[in-house]
Structures are given as C-alpha cells and as structure tokens.
C-alpha cells in the first residue's frame, strides 16, 4: 500500500455526467517531503506543466500555447507528497464533499 494510492469509486460521479473542470493538481512526490501539502502554484508554472504534458500533434505550437494559458488560468495546486494515502487524504480534504 506505501506505493499507490487511489480515489474511491463510489465517490466519483457516475459514467457520462460531466462537470465543470474544479481544479488541476501537479503532483510532486519526492522521498523527503515530509508531510503532504496542497498548496496553490502560478498560471505560469501551470502554463508551463500543461505544455510539458501535452500530446496534440495535430495542434499548432502557438495553438497548444493558448489553450494551456486558458486551462491554466482557471488555476492549480502543486500536491508535494512522500505518502500516497496521506496525499489522498489532503485531497480529500481540500476538494472532498463539502468542501
């Protein structure tokens, strides 16, 4: 269990009902970083991963660079963990029900 961590299905909403995007999480998991934390990154830095993960080869460069900046201005969180059941529970309190 110390190597993966997962959602719970039957808290996800069911196939095919969509919502509107919340958030984007960046994880950032290093041996050293000591308790999970959640905390809010830059629109750059966001931009920037967008890109960097991006696959659309029939998209221009200057394409792809326009709609990371639009996804990347809704905003993001860079989730640093060491733990992956701590870094689940983090979420969970961040954007869990209620929240």
Do not use: H
């Amino acid at each position: 269990m110390g190597d993966a961590a997962w959602l719970d299905g039957a808290a996800m909403a069911p196939f095919g009902i969509r919502a509107k995007l919340a958030a984007f999480i960046v994880l950032d998991r290093r041996v050293d970083a000591g308790r999970a934390r959640i905390e809010p990154i830059g629109t750059a830095t966001l931009a920037a991963q967008l890109v960097e993960q991006a696959t659309a080869p029939a998209v221009s460069a200057i394409e792809l660079v326009a709609r990371a900046a639009r996804l990347a201005s809704l905003g993001g969180y860079r989730l640093t963990y060491a733990d992956g059941a701590a870094a689940c529970e983090v979420l969970r309190e961040r954007f869990g029900a209620g929240a």
